[in-house]
């Protein structure tokens, strides 16, 4: 399968195939690699970080 970028106002769009079975309004991070592929992964919903107790 072979997918197109498009430009859409200021942003270039790449489609994901309905096969994906992707939900709309899913987030997703993006990352480009070093030999020029994109990565999304999910947003985790999880924070990381430090509990500090209340003074």
Known sequence: ???K???VG????LTV?????IKVAKEYK???????????APKSKK???TVRPED
């Open 1 to 3: 399968m072979i997918v």
């Open 5 to 7: 970028t498009r430009k």
């Open 10 to 13: 200021n942003s270039t769009v």
């Open 17 to 21: 195939p309905k096969d994906f079975n």
């Open 30 to 40: 993006p990352k480009l690699l070093a030999d020029g592929s994109i990565l999304f």
């Open 47 to 49: 924070r990381l970080g």
